[in-house]
């Protein structure tokens, strides 16, 4: 369908059928983001406040929350005070749902997470945050000069029926392609579909995207016959060869996104390079994943918009950083990092150091580069590590890496190699670059929510 008639008839309507009001909030979103960052923090203590507000008179587990601190909405007068609250972990989510919703609330929209952590959750919005996060969508579109009617394709890991899937692509433009056989035989019928739609923009997470870009410049020729404007990539770490990768097979620009399913879009790439969190639907935190600590901060998200299950100071189990400065773009949004991994996907050294993993990675993606196809570090013990790569063995390359790593980490730890085939993605359909089997004390694998401050 033509992408106007889509834009202004068909998508308002299923809008105003389905009961989303998401113009306002988009027309709001586009003046604030030219704000300066002391308007947007205004902005955001102004949000927060009424929150707080309304989660001490109409959730149950705020108010419990707030008389055992012995506290009230009203002593809480900047947004720096939000840290006297203790942070929301997925458990206590899952094991006090019914508690978190709003008394009197109806017509809740649920989300559920992937379980990409270990802990699958479901949560619900109400409809006015809903039409914040379609708007925030939207304008990310806008930044890349692609907007609502644009032919989009995802790769997606789940199928969706039959009859909705073809409403989607011939009302909407907007293909679901299942993408979960990555063999050649599954990549070329992925493939022959996406040339058939033509997308404007392409989204996936960067494992398949990379494998779908692979597959293409490995083929006759080398060059894809699909030419989106954008390359969306969502739901895993974007790590510099698999970018590199899909911008050399597909061309136009490849953005990095971050959100999650709790918080639908947390922060995205401008044209200018620069990670803007979408700092009017959501107040970040950089908190220290273990006290004393500040190199390694997991992000904490309060959503500012969600009256019907607030999500105050919540643990969502990512790594990254604040970035300073502004950017060249002329947005007033703050700037993030997404610094590597889960808050797992830390290295524990025998000595009771706790070190990024992102530096082992580096390390391996700088010296494997047109080398190696796939990777995954893996930490076996305190003192092991294995590198798990897809290809022959490479003695040279292998002597490379060692060095790296021992720099990094020190003397003492084992490295070691192994070669395979493939290695098997996660059942999210993701392929994480760093596998810790190390549990600690303040830090157990793949249980973001035992993380030290989070209120259980």
Not at 10 to 28: D, F, H, M, S, Y
Not at 61 to 77: H, N, Q, T, V
Not at 236 to 264: H, K, M, R, W
Not at 439 to 449: D, G, K, M, Q, V
Request: glycine share 8%; charged share 25%; with cysteine.
């Amino acid at each position: 369908m033509h992408p106007l008639l889509v834009r202004h008839v068909v998508k308002p309507l299923l809008n105003r059928q389905k009961g989303r009001q998401a113009a306002e909030p988009l027309r709001a979103l586009e003046r604030s983001q030219w704000f300066s960052p002391e308007r947007l923090a205004e902005l955001q203590w102004a949000k927060v406040s009424a929150l707080l507000r309304h989660a001490y008179a109409h959730v149950p587990f705020y108010r419990g929350l707030f008389r055992e601190l012995g506290a009230r909405p009203e002593d809480f007068r900047s947004l720096a005070d939000l840290r006297q609250l203790p942070l929301l972990s997925k458990q206590r989510v899952r094991d006090r749902a019914q508690e978190l919703i709003a008394e009197g609330t109806t017509g809740l929209l649920p989300r559920v997470t992937s379980g990409s952590t270990g802990i699958p959750l479901r949560s619900y919005i109400d409809r006015r945050c809903q039409d914040w996060w379609l708007a925030a969508e939207r304008r990310r579109r806008r930044w890349w000069g692609v907007d609502i009617g644009a032919r989009e394709a995802t790769l997606s890991a789940r199928p969706m029926h039959w009859k909705r899937a073809l409403a989607r692509r011939h009302l909407l433009n907007e293909a679901m392609v299942p993408c979960t056989d990555l063999s050649p035989d599954g990549l070329t019928r992925v493939y022959r579909t996406l040339v058939r739609f033509r997308p404007d923009s392409l989204r996936g997470t960067p494992t398949r995207l990379a494998h779908l870009a692979r597959f293409v410049l490995e083929g006759p020729g080398g060059r894809s016959l699909l030419q989106p404007k954008v390359a969306w990539c969502t739901a895993e770490v974007l790590y510099p060869d698999q970018q590199e990768t899909i911008l050399t097979a597909f061309g136009g620009a490849v953005v990095n996104e971050y959100g999650s399913a709790e918080n639908e879009l947390l922060a995205v790439e401008c044209p200018a390079g620069r990670m803007h969190i979408m700092a009017e639907n959501h107040y970040l935190e950089f908190h220290p994943l273990v006290a004393g600590n500040d190199s390694i901060t997991q992000i904490v998200v309060t959503d500012l918009n969600n009256y019907g299950m607030p999500f105050i100071r919540y643990a969502i189990g990512d790594l990254g950083k604040a970035v300073a400065g502004s950017c060249p773009c002329g947005r007033g949004l703050p700037l993030m990092e997404v610094t590597g991994g889960r808050t797992g996907d830390v290295v524990v050294l025998s000595d009771g150091r706790i070190l990024a993993s992102a530096p082992l990675c580096h390390a391996v993606e700088r010296l494997g580069l047109g080398r190696l196809k796939q990777y995954q570090v893996v930490q076996e013990t305190p003192g092991s590590f294995t590198v798990v790569m897809v290809g022959e063995p490479d003695p040279e390359l292998e002597a490379g890496i060692r060095a790296r790593f021992l720099r990094y980490l020190g003397s003492g730890p084992s490295v070691e190699f192994q070669s395979v085939a493939e290695i098997p993605m996660e059942a999210s359909g993701k392929l994480r670059r760093f596998v810790s089997r190390v549990s600690h004390p303040l830090i157990r694998h793949r249980a973001p929510e035992q993380a030290p401050g989070v209120y259980h």
